[in-house]
């Protein structure tokens, strides 16, 4: 009986042990909302492209998170082409109409940028630029010079209404 006593309060830790052990955890939520990369490569306004460009540099991350929080996965490319940006703009407006996509607001353009269209869908935004013809240098499309029109098409995921309405401005008193 004395064995008994002694041996008692270690078998109390190890059956909690045990018991801890077996326990089911459930999986943790991914914290990052936006779709993978791989999501994004599957929908078919990826592979648009006007019949009259070239491909100067392929533009892609995957999703991730950073100091601010969650960053979404984008895809694209950058390319050059000798139509005018009306027709660029008009090209792939017609396409993605046509795949479904709807007109959005505006994206917010760079330092680099002279213009921009954006359109979406659930989940998802297309964001087309026009590149400043004066700063392809700090791009990584080489050769952009031969061409009337540098311009960045990308897809990259959303977590926000779609379309999208700002809300309006504070009155001012």
């Known amino acids: 009986m004395e064995a008994v006593v002694h041996r008692a ?4 830790p190890l059956a909690l042990a045990v018991l801890l052990s077996c326990t089911v955890v459930a999986p943790q939520r991914d914290p990052n909302p936006y779709l993978p990369l791989a999501a994004l490569q599957e929908e078919p306004a990826t592979r648009l492209a006007m019949p009259t460009a ?3 540099s392929p533009v892609r991350a995957e999703r991730f998170m950073n100091i601010t929080g969650p960053e979404a996965a984008f895809t694209g490319a950058l390319w050059g082409t000798a139509a005018g940006r009306d ?3 008009a090209f792939y407006d017609q396409a993605l109409r046509g795949l479904g996509w709807q007109s959005d607001f505006g994206p917010g353009l760079s330092t680099i940028e002279l213009d921009g269209r954006a359109w979406c869908r659930p989940r998802l935004f297309y964001r087309l630029t026009i590149v400043d013809p004066t700063e392809l240098g700090r791009t990584p499309a080489r050769g952009g010079e ?3 029109t540098v311009f960045d098409a990308t897809v990259r995921g959303i977590e926000r209404p779609c379309p999208y309405t700002p809300p309006p401005m504070p009155s001012v008193p």
Do not use: M, N, Q, Y
């Open 54 to 56: 070239e491909v100067l």
């Open 87 to 89: 027709e660029v703009f």
């Open 146 to 148: 031969r061409f009337r």
């Open 9 to 12: 309060p270690l078998a109390i």
